[in-house]
Nanobody
Framework: QLQLVESGGGLVQPGGSLRLSCTAS????????TGWFRQAPGKEREGVSC????????NYVDSVKGRFTVSRDNAMNTVYLQINSLNSEDTAIYYC???????????????????WGQGTQVTVSS
């Protein structure tokens, strides 16, 4: 069974940091592009970051550039999202997703992902 599981979310004060993990089972995550998305209450889901397989090319939405860093550890079959300088607008459920149907597919912040995790809640509040 192919599965993605996110972890690492929680309650953090403004200015704080978290590292989210996305761990795959049943397949090799390092062969597929992986994206991070978030959905805040009352808002549409948005892509925040992605990382390609192979060369590890990354991409970020403008609102998180300089604060978020995506990386992968192929030995752990995991993709990480380091999020720093958190503010209230970062409060959301964060999801990871990947393209199991395509090997070494493009890093895309919009679409093309067919396997999603269950999400992890990030809440920024003092």
């Amino acid at each position: 069974q192919l599965q993605l599981v996110e972890s690492g979310g929680g309650l953090v004060q403004p200015g704080g940091s978290l590292r989210l993990s996305c761990t795959a089972s049943g397949f090799t995550l390092g062969l597929h592009a992986t994206g991070w998305f978030r959905q805040a209450p009352g808002k549409e889901r948005e892509g925040v970051s992605c990382i390609s397989a192979g060369n590890g090319r990354t991409n970020y939405v403008d609102s998180v550039k300089g604060r978020f860093t995506v990386s992968r550890d192929n030995a752990m079959n995991t993709v990480y999202l380091q999020i720093n300088s958190l503010n209230s607008e970062d409060t959301a459920i964060y999801y990871c997703a990947t393209q199991t149907a395509m090997l070494f597919g493009p890093c895309d912040l919009q679409s093309g992902y067919n396997l999603w995790g269950q999400g992890t809640q990030v809440t920024v509040s003092s």
